[in-house]
């Protein structure tokens, strides 16, 4: 069964690389402008949607202004239900979103694949009101299917500057078995995890091909690492709060 989910994984990214290109170097591009004018990347999600945010921070061979917005409330680890329940809430963001330092020169990625829950939605309004550049990544099927719960009926996508479609089907999950009702193996936190990247790997391909040095982690166990990583801290450590506590 796993060569099963592996080749459904395989389908999705063969699918991805012929669907998104543009949309993935075009995300990559706008972030390599914003790092280039001194701004960072921030990564928001809900649920599972999250684990993109931690998957890019402070990673050897990742970039250094990376900012994962990481709300514990809508993280499931106090209390699965509960962060679900939050993210449909209209609203619910404000009680975060004044205290996000987002500013004109910066990217900010968010992530979910239903794209229609209000909180994400919130997420990308209010940084495209700071004047950030908004990338999202989404599932484009659930906007033709299945109804927004944001107030004002739009989706995730309709506050995009670049808006990538994951591709993944309604409900997420790829395998279903005759003798199971239920389908199974979610394939949104692997096909994510590729695009992120992929977009990250974009960006540091343009600052280079603009003879601009990208600022990308060294591994720890590698000599010398702690000196330059320790210069990419403290030159971003102000507005990226997580590498300092």
Do not use: W
């Amino acid at each position: 069964m796993y060569e099963l989910y592996f080749q459904k994984i395989n389908e999705l990214l063969a699918l991805i690389n012929k669907m998104e290109k543009e949309t993935i170097k075009a995300a990559g591009e706008k972030i390599a402008q914003s790092i280039q004018n001194e701004g960072i990347v921030h990564v928001f999600g809900c649920g599972h949607s999250h684990i993109l945010g931690e998957e890019v921070f402070y990673r050897a061979g990742g970039l250094a202004p990376i900012n994962p917005i990481l709300i514990p409330d809508l993280m499931l680890h106090k209390g699965a239900v509960r962060s679900s329940n939050l993210e449909k809430k209209d609203d619910y963001a404000d009680q975060f979103l004044p205290d996000l330092d987002i500013r004109s020169e910066d990217a900010m990625l968010v992530v979910s694949t239903s794209g229609r829950n209000p909180v994400p939605i919130d997420v990308a309004q209010f940084a495209k009101q700071q004047e950030a550049s908004v990338i999202t990544i989404s599932s484009h099927i659930y906007a033709k299917n299945i109804s927004s719960r944001h107030k004002s009926g739009k989706y995730l996508s309709d506050f995009a500057d670049i808006a990538i479609d994951n591709h993944i089907p309604i409900g997420d999950a790829l395998l279903k078995l005759s003798s199971s009702v239920v389908p199974f193996g979610p394939g949104s936190t692997v096909i994510g995890t590729a695009i992120i990247n992929g977009i990250m790997v974009e960006a540091i391909n343009h600052m280079v091909k603009t003879s601009f040095l990208p600022p990308i982690f060294k591994s720890s166990n590698i000599d010398g690492a702690e000196e330059h990583n320790r210069y990419l801290i403290d030159k971003y450590k102000s507005r990226i709060p997580l590498l300092e506590n």
